[in-house]
């Protein structure tokens, strides 16, 4: 697992915990802050494994799975910053892919994957 | 303890391992030594970069389409740190390039520039709204 995904989580995770104001009156609360804070509480533990060269794919599936469902459960409150939302949403998408190319890269060298990003 | 200054607390926690990793990657990105190679790759220096590159180049251009469809709306802060990350990741993506082809046998330079763009990528977090309004009036 390489850094690039930890970090995309790690990003979702903060914006998450900026979420929880709202979230504690959204109802949802009890569910939503149990999942943020397993997020952010498994995060050590996975920086911890990455540095030791041991395998973290399951348990960044496993916090990819959780983010999904927050950002699923999160997307339903219109009283969320829609913002916000997006955000979650377009870093859960990113973290998603990432680890699909983790998969492929570590299954085959092809440089060609590597192509330019124009700026925007 | 509240909630919130837990998760503040765990935030600075992982920042610090966050460092410590990116010690490691600069070290040569052979974190995992004994894994076998994949086809195509050169040595485990090449299938490592390879892999990195993949990961944080999948990121990017994600973050880049959603920004671009209009998925998320960007300010020109957000706009010109997204960009300075799309530039690292270039510039990485062809010194790996070169090393691949065996054009360039420059592994410091590629390191650098694989911990430079991780670094970047890790300073988006600072781009994104999490400091939401609270919903609770303030107290009386």
């Known amino acids: 697992m390489s850094p690039a995904i930890l970090t995309v989580i790690s990003i979702i995770a903060q914006i998450l915990s900026g979420l929880i104001p709202q979230l504690k009156l959204s109802g949802l609360t009890a569910s939503i802050l149990k999942l943020v804070d397993e997020i952010v509480t498994q995060l050590p533990t996975l920086w911890a494994a990455l540095s030791s060269g041991g395998s973290t794919t399951l348990e960044v599936t496993a916090a990819l799975l959780a983010i999904q469902a927050v950002a699923k ?3 339903a409150d219109t009283n969320l910053d ?8 377009t870093l ?3 973290a998603q892919k990432a680890l699909a190319a983790d998969t492929a890269a570590q299954a085959n060298v092809d440089p060609s994957t590597l192509t330019d990003i124009e700026p925007l | 303890m509240t909630l919130r200054e837990k998760l503040s607390h765990h935030w600075s926690t992982w920042a610090l391992l966050c460092a410590v990793t990116l010690l490691f990657l600069g070290a040569g990105c052979q974190v995992k030594a004994t894994a076998k190679l994949p086809p195509g790759a050169l040595n485990t220096f090449d299938a490592d970069s390879y892999r990195v590159l993949s990961d944080a180049h999948a990121v990017v251009q994600s973050i880049h389409d959603d920004a671009a469809a209009g998925k998320v709306t ?3 802060g957000q706009t010109a740190l997204i960009n300075h990350v799309i530039a690292d990741d270039n510039t990485a993506d062809h010194l790996y390039k070169a090393y691949h082809a065996n054009a360039s046998g420059d592994t410091t330079a590629l390191s650098q520039a694989i911990q430079q763009l991780i670094s970047d990528l890790a300073s988006l977090s600072t781009a994104f709204p999490t400091q939401t309004a609270p919903a609770t009036p303030p107290a009386k």
Do not use: I
Not at chain 1, 82 to 89: I, S
């Open chain 1, 82 to 89: 829609p913002v916000t939302l997006a955000w979650v949403q």
């Open chain 1, 73 to 75: 459960e999160a997307a």
């Open chain 1, 92 to 94: 859960d998408t990113a």
């Open chain 2, 74 to 76: 960007l300010n020109d």
